[in-house]
C-alpha cells in the first residue's frame, strides 16, 4: 500500500520521514504547480472552494506516481472541510483510478488520529502510537516557530533572498530531527541559523496581521506566496493562524500555551457570539487582538465561497468602520492573478506606512 | 400597555419556521410584523447593505431587515446552531444576528435566541428561552411552554416540515406525483423555492407549461433512507432534506424530471449537487440545476425550463 494525503502547508514534512521509519509506504503527492490546480479545478464542481480543488489535484498526481491508497481527513463541521473525502472519492473513481480510501472521520479525537496511525503503520502498540503522534505535532509546532523566525527576519533582511535559503535550510534539519531527543537539540541551531542573516538593525517594519481560513492561510501555493511577498516589500508579518495551534487547541501537548480557539471566542464576543465554523471566530477575535497589540492592519485571506470566511469578513469589515482599523479582504481561487495581488499588497502596506507617519488621517 | 412589536424579516429560515415563531410570540403577547414579500427593491436594499459575496437570500434576508428596522421595537434574528443532533445550519445562518448588526448601522435590538439541538433536550431549550424571557420579562416557564408548543418540534418533524398551510405558494404545488400528467419535482432549499421572487415564480411557469410541479417534503424515515444510499451522512440541516428529496424524486416512477434549485454560491449545495447528479441519479432521469443570484433574469430560467420540458415531452412521446 502506497499511501498519500494531500498537502497542507509544511504538514506533510512533519509526519513523512516519522511514518516511513514505521514502515508506511508514503508517496507525498508532488509538490503543487499550476497542473495540480488545473487538474483539480478541471473536475471539482463549479463552487467548491480552492482548498478541495488542490487537494484534489494532489491526490490525482500522486495517484499517477503510483499512489494506491488516500488518507484524507472529514469531520462533521459546519464548514465543507469534513465533506471532502467523499465528494473527491467519487470523482476519483468516475475517472477510473483505482484505489483504497481512509478518512479519519474525527480528526478531532485523539483516539481516533491513534487508531487511524496503527491500522496504516506497523504500529501496534498503543502507547507508541501515542509516542510518534506526539512527535509529529512537536515536529509540526517546531516548522512553525522556524516560519515565525522567518517573519520576523524576512523584512529586516540586508540580502535579498537570503532568510528564504535559512528557512528551507530549517525546513531540511527539522525534517532530519526524527526524535524527540533530535528535536530539542535541534531548536537552538534553528534559531542561531537565523540570527546569522544579516539584518538592518534599526528598521521598524509595518506589521500586518495574516487571518483568515487555515489553508490559504498557510499553503504558499494557494496564496501565491503572499507572506514572501510581504517581506519583500519590508512589511512584517504577524500570522494569527497556525496549523500546530489547531492541533494544540485539540490535542494539548503544548500546555502552557493557551487554547486559540477558546480566547478567540472571548476576544470576539460582541461581534461574534457563536464559531461560526472553520476559522471565523479566530479571525474576529484576532482582528481585535491585532488591533490591540498595535499591528498596523489585518490582511484576511480566504478561499471564493468559503462560508465561515464570509460571515467573518462582513464582521471585521465593520470592525474596521468602527475603529478606523485598516482591515483587507481578499479571496482566492484559480482566476486570482499574481499582478493583482502585489498591486493590491502594495497600496495597503503604502497605506499602512502613511498611516503610521501620520500622513493620513486615522478615521 | 402597548404591545411589544416584534419585527421579523421574511427570508431565509422564516419560510421554514416562520408560521412557528409568529404563534409563539403572539401567545407571549407580543404583536408580530412580518416584512413584505421580497420584491426587486427589498432585494436592492440587501445589496446596498451587504459587504463581500454573500449568497443571494442572505442579502435577501438583510433587504428584509433593512425595511423592517424603523417600524418595529425589536428585530428576531434567531440563531439556528443545528435543530438535529450530530448536524449544523449553514454557517452563514449561524453567524446571521452577528451579520445582521455588522451589516447594518441603527438597528433596533436584536433578539437572537440560539437554538442548537444537544444531548440533553430541556438544555436546548433552556438556551433558546432564557434571552427571549429576560428580553420580554417573562418567567422562563411561560416562554418555556410557549416553545415546547410551537418551536421545539424538530423531533418529529425535521428543517421546513412546519411550512405553513396558508402559504401562498401551496396553492397548486403538488405534494405528490399527479398519474397521467408531467410531473416535474422541484428540490430546493424553502427559502430560494418559497421566495416567488427569488425562484422567479418558477412553480406557477411550470404550471403554465402545462407540467405539474411537485415539492416532496421528506419526513425522517425518507431522510434516514436516502442517507443509507450515500457514503456519509449530510450534516448540513437542509441540505440534508434536498438529497432525501431528490432521492425520492429519482425512485418515484411518476416523476418524469427533476430540477434542483440553488443560489450561485452556495457552499452545501455546490457538494449535494455532486452526490445528487452523480451518486442518486442512477436511472438517468432528467436532471436540470438551477443556480440563482441577483443578475438571473425571469426569461432566462423560463427559456431553460421551456427546453428542458420539451426536451422530456420528447422523450416520453
Known sequence: MRLTVPHMGLLSTAYTRVLRQYGVDMQPPPAATVRTLNLGVKHSPEFACLPFKINLGNMMEALDNGADAILMPGGYGPCRFGYYGIIQEQILRELGYQFRMSTTDNPDRLSDMIDTIRDISRIKNRSDGYRVFFLILMRMAALDRATALYHYYKPREIDRGETDAVLKEAVRVIDRADSYAK????????????????????????TVGILGEIFVVIEPFANLEIEKKLGEMRVEVRRGVWLSDWLNDRFRFRPFRR??????????????NYPAGGESIETVGKTLLFQKKGVDGVLHIMPFTCMPELVASTIINRISRDRGYPVLSMTFDEHVSEANIITRLEAFSDLLERRRNGSISRH | MRHLNIGIPRGLLFHSYGEAWKLFFRELGCEVTVSPETNADILKEGIRHTVGDLCLPVKTFLGHAAVLKDNID??????????????YMCPKMIGLPDVTRACMVNLPPVLDPMFHVKLNKEQTVREFVKPVAKFLSLSPAAVSAACERHLNRHEEAPAGQHRQAEHPLNEGVGRSAVPGRMNISVIGRPYLLFDRH???????????????????????????EAMAVIPKWVYWDMGKEVVAAAHMSFKDERIDGVVNVCSATCGPDSFTGDLIRKRLNQRNKPYMSLSLDEHTSDVGIQTRLEAFIDMIAKVTA
Open chain 2, 198 to 224: 427569488l425562484s422567479k415564480n418558477l412553480f406557477h411557469f411550470i404550471k403554465k407549461l402545462g407540467a405539474n410541479p411537485v415539492y416532496l417534503n421528506p419526513d425522517r424515515a425518507e431522510i434516514r
Open chain 1, 259 to 272: 487554547n486559540q480557539t477558546a480566547y478567540a471566542k472571548k476576544l470576539a464576543r460582541g461581534y461574534l
Open chain 2, 74 to 87: 425589536v428585530l428576531f434574528i434567531p440563531r439556528y446552531v443545528s435543530v438535529e443532533q450530530e448536524s
Open chain 1, 183 to 206: 528535536l530539542f537539540r535541534t531548536m537552538p541551531s534553528v534559531k542561531k541559523m537565523f540570527r546569522s542573516v544579516p539584518i538592518d538593525k534599526g528598521f521598524r517594519p509595518v
